[in-house]
């Protein structure tokens, strides 16, 4: 078990920010955490970690200086539950939860309808696994939530949703032949949610963005004194509005990109070395925007071009 404790001051000041004179920032900042961790049995770690803190900023004029910050405090507290298995050498696996809550707390009775609360939970799971010698898969998969509250202005309140994955393959053929694909995607609706009469709070999806990308890495080395590289890749992403009420595309760009070169570094004579570099990359873009929910196609736009 570890933990720590914190208790830091600040005073600056800011005299000149206009020509009426500035102000002075005190900041009060106090933290601890604590960590736990625990062997359970000869494949499982796991561990807990804990963290509380709390900032405070006062504020005080300079001269006849109108427009200082806020003052304010900003609390957090948060905790983090892991657990890790490893098999042996040839697969291991993970798993995470994430708790946290944020305040802001602004102390002027002027600004605190833009007091507001943040909670967020996050789950994680990941796992890498040797498929074959010189074959190995790694995928890391994430979900979490973030609820934003308005104390004084619950018409704001807004929940934001991500799912996320990660898959890399990584091959080494032999000694000089290399292969690293990668695959990401990620969703993420967001919207309102209020709380009803029944004492429940619903969730009404205002917007969703989704994004995927598959990438590639290949190397080829035939010798010291010649290798070969080529890196396509492929994006896209879309996002949907609501509209009257209903969630409908609003945008789609999709991307396509190739990239390949070879590097020299080749020994001509006792005190001769040739070294050089040649690429090549190519582009393709395409946007397509929608009107009513009709899809309005933008000309694609690609090009080839060297690369330094």
Not at 79 to 100: H, I, K
Not at 137 to 159: G, M, V
Not at 270 to 280: F, S
Request: net charge positive; glycine share 6%; charged share 20%.
């Amino acid at each position: 078990m570890d933990g720590h404790f914190s208790n830091g001051f600040g005073d600056s000041k800011f005299p000149a920010r206009s020509d009426s004179g500035g102000y002075g920032e005190f900041q009060h900042a106090r933290s601890a955490d604590a960590t736990f961790s625990r062997q359970l049995g000869p494949r499982i770690l796991a561990r807990i970690t804990g963290s509380i803190s709390l900032t405070s900023y006062r504020y005080s004029l300079i001269g006849k200086y109108t427009t200082p910050p806020v003052s304010r405090d900003q609390w957090r507290q948060s905790w983090r539950a892991d657990a890790n298995y490893s098999r042996n050498e040839r697969f291991s696996t993970g798993v995470a939860l994430d708790v946290s809550k944020n305040k802001l707390i602004n102390i002027p009775s002027a600004s605190t309808g833009s007091n507001n609360n943040t909670r967020s939970y996050r789950a994680e799971w990941h796992w890498t696994c040797r498929l074959l010698e010189g074959l190995t898969a790694t995928q890391r998969n994430t979900l979490s939530a973030d609820y934003l509250e308005y104390p004084f202005s619950a018409e704001n309140n807004r929940l934001t949703l991500d799912y996320a994955a990660v898959t890399t393959l990584n091959a080494i053929m032999n000694p000089r032949l290399s292969i690293n694909v990668t695959h990401n995607s990620r969703r993420s609706p967001a919207g309102n949610y209020t709380l009803y009469p029944d004492g429940l709070a619903y969730f009404a999806r205002s917007d969703e963005t989704g994004n995927a990308a598959l990438t590639a890495a290949i190397a080829y080395t035939p010798s010291p004194a010649i290798a070969f590289s080529v890196e396509p890749a492929y994006f896209s992403s879309d996002r949907s509005a609501a509209a009257n009420g209903v969630v409908a595309p609003q945008r789609a760009n999709r991307s396509l990109s190739v990239s390949a070169g070879a590097n020299i570094n080749w020994s001509i004579s006792k005190n001769g070395l040739l070294r050089g570099d040649i690429h090549r990359a190519y582009r393709a873009d395409r946007t397509t925007t929608y009107s009513s929910g009709l899809p309005q196609a933008t000309p694609r736009s690609d090009g080839t071009r060297p690369k330094a």
